[in-house]
């Protein structure tokens, strides 16, 4: 067996493993954690320590903050979904019966990498790196809440977790290299 086919099938298991472990009170959360707009009080809450740390400067971070966003989704879909073709689990036939769609919705037909991931690491990337020495918990919130929607997004049936991994390591470079950007303007 080559390492790919390998990958997959642990991949495989892992979702099916994930996906299979529901509960009503797990389902709405794992509904919520993967909701855009539930996302909006964190970045706001973020928004307002930017500003009060950074006051009149704090345009630039929140310039690099949307610019890293803006990276970590059109990189996920030009360089890899867009690329690399991989059916989401929902829309594999060999899987038909056996992921359990939650919000019955599947969303697009390809899933590599999870564009949710990409975007909720690089935000945490960004503003953990950003605000680490003023407010040392933000990492751990942060990271946690993005760790928890790459979570979601495997329990509700949309994602492999390879997908999720690798749109992490991609959102945590993107992230990474944002705050860089600023630091070289600073």
Request: with cysteine; aromatic share 16%; glycine share 8%.
């Amino acid at each position: 067996m080559e390492i790919t086919e390998w990958l997959n099938r642990i991949d495989t298991w892992l979702l099916l493993l994930i996906n299979g472990a529901h509960t009503p009170f797990t389902d709405r959360l794992m509904g919520v954690m993967s909701s855009k707009p539930a996302w909006i009080p964190l970045y706001l809450l973020m928004l307002i320590l930017l500003i009060v740390k950074f006051k009149r400067k704090a345009w630039k971070y929140v310039l690099v903050a949307a610019l890293v966003a803006i990276a970590t989704d059109q990189a996920s879909v030009h360089l890899f979904k867009n690329v690399f073709h991989r059916l989401r689990p929902c829309w594999e036939p060999e899987l038909e019966g056996m992921i359990r769609l939650v919000s019955g919705k599947c969303g697009g037909m390809y899933g590599f990498v999870s564009s949710h991931a990409a975007n909720t690491f690089g935000f945490a990337t960004f503003i953990s790196l950003t605000l680490r020495k003023y407010h040392r918990w933000i990492p751990w919130l942060l990271f946690f809440w993005a760790a928890m929607v790459g979570y979601s997004r495997i329990y509700l049936g949309v994602h492999y977790p390879g997908d999720v991994v690798v749109g992490a390591l991609l959102g945590f470079i993107c992230g990474w290299l944002g705050y860089r950007l600023l630091r070289l303007k600073a």
